[in-house]
């Protein structure tokens, strides 16, 4: 049928199918900035405005949409620079946006702004609250809400016609002092080196800066530390076709795939013949159809640390939601026909969905295929994807010699990590008859390597592109469906696009690793650690995809920060023992945080328990036994992800400042042990006969990067107007990282953040690089990046300074390309005498010796410093329904350097509402016969803008000198503290322990029934 839309103020006439859904129909005219986040109406990514009202795209039909008008972000503003062409700009509420660092992968941008502009539209002057209450219909996932909320209030100041203040000029009560043992920022009183960068000499300890701000008395770092603006936000702002989904192809087919009813069944028989004879239908295929080969799904370096146990089709399935079939089809409507005239001939097998009955010799196996191969101790024989032992010094010596043991067991849950951008791909033959995956991927060079055995194609062959990402936190260190489009491609000849529903991101993702664990801990009564143990019992699902690495990590990292103190100290007692099991769950893979917020849970928790059965104060019991600055991390010398150890020092340590900032912003002297703060009152004084409050501790760290492994590459080319090309194979998925990179590069060449012109990521164009995870953008791709610009540097002041020697002729002192500084777009000689970067880059180009100026950087770490922080919560629990509200949470982080103080403090916001959903609310569960209980974000509830708590960020700057600006990871840490800090706040209001999480209302009232 034919209808006529208003959009935008256009008429547009589209031919469309009864059922098509308004968001259908738009993208297919090119309105990619409305964005497919569910199916359901759920998500409000789809959000447009009808006769002004924001309403959901994806469930509304096309044909009901006639007679109204339809706006879309399209509608508002542009670039203001067209050239000769001068536009109004953007919307104030797309400036704002983009000025507060409002945008984080931008997925869910357009529907928020919309939504705002209705608001602001009926409502000038709107409070916080209202404002959270027009944003609540658009869920993200990156930000945690806070600064899209501010980015609201300012444009209405805005529009009010009031005055703003600029971003980057803290008010002076925000600032926290430092305390004067501290030293000033590295570089602020001393010159610059030669390479632009702080000298080797500059002290570690730095400034503390509140919330997002910096020091603004920094002068030495012109780019490095300040708020600038994200380089992909006025893009992402105005909904431009910028992620993967968002791409035209004549000729384009739709891929779907079959998944398992069963658990765990081999495939007798399976028929096709009627699928494939369907009109419409391009290619049916099953594991009859392509090559077998096993691999790996995890997208990790070379070689895979892990079992390779996957096919892409195989004959036997080991999930509900596993692969059976995939098509190809010229429509959806067609390509879901045929996945219904598919038969398929089962023999059910008995399934595991106890990971300590998946242990049993008589537990049937679910890996008995001959191509398995093995890592390290995995076992298909014995459902053992991967087992880790890990003893440090002499645990059994260390409880014997413990006053009291403290043994107590944990469980965490399967979480999922719902990016809004579901995973989607595009994939086709090139002309040169070379394959091209578009796909929303952190590991575009991973993908690449590991899918060419797969495909049956040589590297060279392949070019992956990674446009923007919506968001991955994980899910998207996967090869996860690239291969379903390649195949069908292979067997079409045919551009073919496939994007998972939400439904099935539920059922066939990748999720966080459950776990059950064990902890031993041996203590003095003067709160001395003697040892440590923990055991961890994992649940990796059908397959082995980064488990041994992510459970090694809980160990890894959680077990770490306690030592012991006194002799205990100097030589620590600690054990990790942990199994990773297969069952018939879907797969856990990668999920921010990478098995430390699993470690985290269990070990905060016990040093909770320990501290107030020993009358101990929590805090300082804590900090007696932590890691320090100078000590040897314990694990280096006997664990490295399957590879050999090597001892490594802990070089800057910020956590007792942590603990100090975040005490002083919480309030902690003033409520912990005073009991009026925690009897709640109404403002008349009375005490709520029900309501509690408590307040809570964990302390945490992380890794950046993993040594001796993971490597990242830059390149950077200088144009003869003085701008630069960075090109990185580093992706940024949200977190910021292509500007952050950008601005070391800027501080190196000397020029704004804004000359710096960023392509991110694509195998054929940019270098390699490991790809986003492990917390290592910034200090891997970072340090690569540095080495880049120092070469381009380099050629720079050796034609500027022969510049200059040409202009003073033999009056002046003979310049060398070391006495050069860049500065401002400028080469200055040390008199002052300056050429821009504008005549050098003409001048290599086109005018003298010409020479393309370009640096090549690579960097493998040695070392993977560790961030540390200490996370706050604070509840108030209503003990007759359980019911359990946080009201703040106050984070103070050591990242080392913050590079830029908006875009890390968004991390650090979006990071603790994703950990405040695994605090309390957060499970994917199954029934008995393996189906899942959550297939929708009705169900599987995120925090949404108008349910968030107060949240603050704190952070404490050290200087890690193994970082050329000295930084440390901030991605992750986020994700440890707070689902412990939620469970002791939860026990300092009402004396309840709660030991597995979520901690939802009905275990704290189940708890209360017993206390
Ligand atoms: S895509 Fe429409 S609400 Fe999710
Ligand atoms: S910025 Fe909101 S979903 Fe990523």
Not at 38 to 48: K, L, P, R
Not at 59 to 81: D, S
Not at 408 to 423: D, R, S, W
């Amino acid at each position: 049928m034919n209808i006529k839309l208003q959009v935008n103020d256009q008429s547009i006439e589209a031919e469309v199918q009864p059922g098509d859904s308004l968001l259908k129909v738009l993208r297919a005219n090119g309105y990619f900035g409305v964005k497919h986040g569910c199916e359901t109406g759920e998500c409000g990514a789809c959000a447009v405005l009808i006769d002004g009202k924001p309403t959901n795209s994806c469930v509304l039909l096309a044909a009901q949409a006639e007679g109204h008008t339809i706006k879309t972000i399209e509608a508002l503003g542009e670039h203001p620079e067209q050239g000769w062409r001068t536009t109004p700009g953007l919307h104030p509420l797309q400036q704002a946006f983009v000025e507060t660092g409002a945008i984080q992968c931008g997925y869910c941008t357009p529907a928020q702004i919309l939504a705002a502009q209705t608001l602001l539209e009926n409502n000038p002057d709107p409070t916080e609250a209202e404002v959270r209450e027009a944003l609540s219909g658009v869920l993200c996932r990156c930000t945690g809400y806070l600064k899209p909320v501010q980015a609201v209030l300012r444009a209405a100041a805005v529009l009010r016609g009031e005055d703003v203040e600029p971003i980057g000029n803290p008010p002076p009560e925000l600032a926290i002092p430092a305390p004067e043992s501290w030293q000033p920022r590295p570089g602020e009183d001393e010159p610059l080196t030669e390479s632009g960068l702080p000298g080797a000499s500059a002290p570690t300890r730095t400034s503390i800066m509140p919330r997002i701000w910096v020091s603004s008395a920094s002068k030495t770092w012109q780019q490095v530390g300040k708020p600038e603006l994200k380089v992909d936000a006025v893009k992402l702002v105005q909904g431009k076709p910028a992620f993967t989904a968002d791409f035209e192809r004549r000729g384009m087919l739709i891929a779907k795939v079959l998944h398992s009813p069963h658990a765990h069944a081999r495939i007798r028989h399976i028929d096709v013949s009627v699928a494939r004879a369907v009109p419409g239908v391009a290619a049916v295929l099953t594991w009859q159809d392509i090559p077998r080969v096993a691999y790996s799904t995890a997208g990790q370096s070379d070689p895979i640390p892990g079992p390779l146990d996957s096919f892409s089709l195989d004959h036997k399935v080991r999930f509900v939601g596993d692969r059976v079939a995939f098509v190809a089809a010229e429509t959806e409507d067609i390509a879901e026909q045929a996945l219904k005239l598919i038969v398929v001939d089962y023999e059910v097998l008995p399934a595991l969905f106890d990971p300590a009955q998946a242990q049993q010799p008589d537990a049937p196996r679910l890996h008995d295929e001959p191509e398995f191969v093995n890592f390290a101790d995995s076992d298909a024989s014995l459902n053992l994807a991967a087992r880790i032992h890990i003893d440090i010094g002499d645990v059994e010596r260390g409880l014997a010699e413990a006053d009291q043991i403290f043994e107590a067991e944990y469980e965490v849950p399967k979480v999922q990590q719902a990016h809004i951008e579901p995973h989607v791909v595009i994939t086709y033959w090139d002309e040169d008859d070379r394959l091209v995956i578009r796909t929303s991927t952190q590991v575009p060079f991973h993908v690449r390597r590991q899918l060419a055995p797969v495909l049956g194609l040589p590297i060279k062959r392949i070019r992956v592109i990674k446009p923007r990402i919506g968001g991955g936190f994980g899910g998207k260190q996967e090869v996860l469906i690239e291969d379903v489009a390649a195949h069908l491609t292979i067997a079409t000849g045919r551009p073919v696009y496939f994007e998972y529903t939400r439904e099935q991101e539920f059922i066939a993702a990748r999720s966080r690793h459950p776990m059950r664990i064990r902890m031993v801990t041996g203590v003095k009564r003067d709160g001395t650690i003697t040892a440590n143990a923990m055991y961890a019992l994992s649940d990796t699902g059908a397959y082995g995809c980064h488990a041994l690495t992510v459970t090694g990590n809980t160990g890894h990292k959680a077990m770490a920060l306690y030592v012991g103190d006194g002799v205990y100290r100097q030589s620590p007692n600690i054990r990790f023992y942990a199994d990773v099991v297969y069952t018939n769950h879907p797969p856990a893979g990668a999920f921010r945080g990478y098995g430390v917020p699993q470690g985290f849970w269990p070990v905060e928790r016990h040093m909770e328990k320990i501290a107030r059965t020993l009358g101990l104060d929590p805090i300082e019991f804590r900090l007696k036994n932590a890691l320090r600055a100078g000590e040897l991390h314990p694990f280096s010398t006997a664990w490295s992800e399957g590879r050999e150890p090597r001892p490594e020092t802990i070089q800057t340590n910020g956590l007792e400042e942590c603990v100090r900032q975040g005490k002083a912003v919480i309030g902690w002297d003033q409520k912990f042990s005073n009991p009026n703060w925690h009897q709640f009152s109404s403002s008349d004084g009375q005490a709520h006969p029900y309501l509690r409050r408590g307040i809570g501790v964990a302390l945490v760290m992380q890794g950046t990067a993993i040594p001796y492994l993971d490597m990242g590459g830059a390149s950077i080319k200088m144009n003869e107007d003085g701008s630069f090309n960075l090109l990185i194979g580093a992706t940024d998925l949200g977190t910021g990282s292509d500007t952050v990179l950008a601005q070391m590069a800027a501080e190196v060449l000397g020029v704004p953040t804004e000359d710096l012109v960023v392509y991110s990521s694509d195998t054929d164009f940019t270098p390699f690089d490991k790809g986003a995870y492990a917390s290592s953008t910034t200090y891997i791709s970072g340090t690569a990046v540095v080495r880049a610009a120092q070469a381009c540097a380099e050629r720079i002041r050796a034609r500027g300074a022969r510049l200059l020697n040409e202009r003073a002729g033999s009056d002046g002192p003979v310049l060398e390309a070391n006495d050069i500084l860049l500065r401002e777009r400028k080469a200055i000689s040390p008199d002052g005498r300056w050429v821009s970067l504008a005549e050098i880059g003409y001048n290599a180009m086109h005018h003298e010796d010409q020479e393309q100026i370009m640096g090549v950087g690579s960097f493998v770490s040695p070392v993977a410093p560790p961030p540390f922080a200490a996370q706050f919560a604070e509840v108030t629990v209503d003990i007759k329904t359980g019911q359990l509200t946080v009201d703040r949470l106050v984070m103070a982080v050591d990242s080392g350097t913050i590079v830029n103080p908006i875009t890390a403090s968004g991390q650090i916001e979006g990071g603790m509402t994703q950990a405040l959903g695994y605090a309390v609310c957060e499970e994917m569960r199954y029934d008995e016969a393996g189906q899942a209980r959550e297939r929708n974000l009705r169900d599987y509830h995120i925090f949404q803008a108008n349910e968030m708590p107060q949240l603050d960020t704190i952070f404490v700057e050290t200087f890690e000198p193994s970082h050329p600006f000295g930084v440390k990871a901030v991605a992750e840490i986020p994700m440890d503290g707070v689902a412990p800090a939620v469970g002791n706040a939860l026990r300092d209001a009402c004396g309840v322990d709660i030991d597995a999480n979520p901690i939802t209302p009905e275990k704290i009232w189940r708890a209360l029934q017993t206390t």
